[in-house]
């Protein structure tokens, strides 16, 4: 399911307060998808991470109650106790087997131990998948059974409509226009130490948009996967700037025409002209991928 769908469907999940886990692989934006729906709904969001905790940290410590001369449990201070929100279960499936049990009760009842979910708020859960070669454990089949699944898929069109959002460089975008594989490629078998992913391109991103004009030729920049034999470390993603030497132009040569066919996929729009753009009338130009 693509992210917009995802988005579409949790928020209905949400309000009849339903809980839901998201299945994906490493970096394709699940976590994103959540703080954005997050803040759609102007709600709270409480990540917790289940892979770092221990059984007695969900369940609370225990105490003395000197009154009633009883034991009882103490809530940890990541779980809400009042307001309205989403609480949500990272990686959930990379805890331990103990740590998801204790979560049983939380999941579906909505409490455990002494302590009671508010009623404004929902359970949220994410985690990767085991052909992922993700630190993943087996979902006890009775946790599983409280959840409704959805599984993740990356989408060029929903990320080429974030990228923008989220102010990525146009280069970049345009790349993924003309590499489309190339936004998430992840192949198991061959049990990568880079690849490429959504989360990896925000990073390209942001070194790319830091690099000085100086530091060297396009190509020279830093490739999608960071240092790692991936394709996508060995592909350049900047255009050839025409302020290039003779030698540096040769050297760019071979890789002429794709950046031509690159640029062709990023066109010049006014906003009079785009759903995205300012209101009639009012004449900004700026960069867009329309293609």
């Known amino acids: 399911m693509k992210p917009s769908s995802i988005r579409v469907t949790l928020k209905h999940m949400l309000a009849k307060q339903r809980p839901v886990f998201l299945w994906g692989p490493p970096g394709c934006g699940k976590s994103d998808v959540v703080r954005q729906i997050a803040a759609d709904l102007k709600t709270e969001l409480r990540d917790v991470r289940l892979s770092l905790l221990d059984p007695i ?12 001369k009883q034991m009882k449990w103490l ?21 331990p087997q103990s740590v998801q049990a204790a979560a049983y009760q939380l999941v579906l009842n909505r409490k455990i131990g002494d302590y009671e979910l508010p009623v404004g708020w929902s359970v949220l859960a994410a985690g990767n ?9 087996a ?19 929903d990320w080429s409509h974030w990228a923008m959002d989220n102010d990525i460089h146009l280069d970049v975008r345009a790349f993924i226009r003309f590499r489309p594989n190339l936004l998430h490629s992840f192949d ?4 990568p130490r880079a690849f490429p992913t959504p989360r990896s391109w925000a990073f390209v991103n942001d070194i790319y948009k830091n690099s000085a004009p100086d530091q ?4 020279d920049r830093p490739g999608a996967a960071g240092p790692g034999r991936h394709e996508a470390a060995k592909e350049p993603i900047g255009p050839v700037r025409h302020g290039d030497s003779p030698g540096q ?43």
């Open 75 to 95: 809530p940890a201070d990541f779980l809400p106790t009042k307001g309205k929100g989403i609480l949500f279960l990272d990686e959930m499936n990379s805890a």
């Open 129 to 137: 998948r085991a052909s992922d070669r993700s630190v993943v454990h």
């Open 249 to 291: 132009q040769g050297h760019h040569r071979q890789h002429r025409t794709d950046h031509e066919v690159r640029r062709a996929h990023a066109r010049r729009v006014s906003n009079s002209l785009h759903p995205l753009g300012n209101p009639p009338g009012q004449q900004v130009d700026r960069y867009e991928i329309v293609c």
């Open 216 to 219: 060297g030729p396009a190509d």
């Open 57 to 68: 940290d969900l369940k609370g410590f225990p105490t003395i109650s000197v009154d009633k």
């Open 188 to 191: 198991a078998n061959t049990n």
């Open 139 to 157: 979902m006890p089949a009775a946790l599983a059974n409280r959840f409704v699944h959805l599984d993740f898929d990356v989408n060029v069109e």
